[in-house]
């Protein structure tokens, strides 16, 4: 997975075509890239880094960044789904040229196909955000689809994945 974070200038407005890629297996590893990446040396881990990207980008560019999650894992997603939603970030393009800053395809989390329906069928009633990991559970089971339910609450970390990178179905199909 492959992440565009863009330079801002002094004001916090993301300057177009400049920026740096951070990259990993795992959004836990792309947001690890950028702790290492960072002149600031005031965080000793991943989440100590997060907390200081985001009082920096209220204090520095008036961006107020909202993160959510249990786990490291999901605060790593909510992390970059906020610097995405607030233009600060972009996942490159999987279309574009040999040299651009844009990624390949990256595959998506491989689930059984009764979980890839259930996680599609919450998607589609738009009641929460599919980073709220136990209120998508808790609409599963409430649609109708007990298997994504489950698969939910027990694969936390791969659910993360899955959010950003899209699901895929383990016979082949996916989104």
Known sequence: MRILIRNTTLEG???AGDGEVFEGKTVLDVVRAMKGASRIE????V?????????NAKMLAGIELAVKGETIEEKAASFLDALVAGGLAEFPDDTAKEGD???????GVRVPAAVLEG???????GLTNMLDRPVVADLAEKLGFPDAARWIETHPRDYAEGVFRGFEAEDGGGR
């Open 47 to 55: 989440e100590s880094y997060i907390d200081m990207v985001l009082r």
């Open 42 to 45: 005031d965080h000793r881990d």
């Open 101 to 107: 800053t844009a990624c390949r395809h990256v595959p």
């Open 119 to 125: 996680i599609l069928a919450v998607r589609r009633c």
């Open 13 to 15: 407005e993301p300057i």
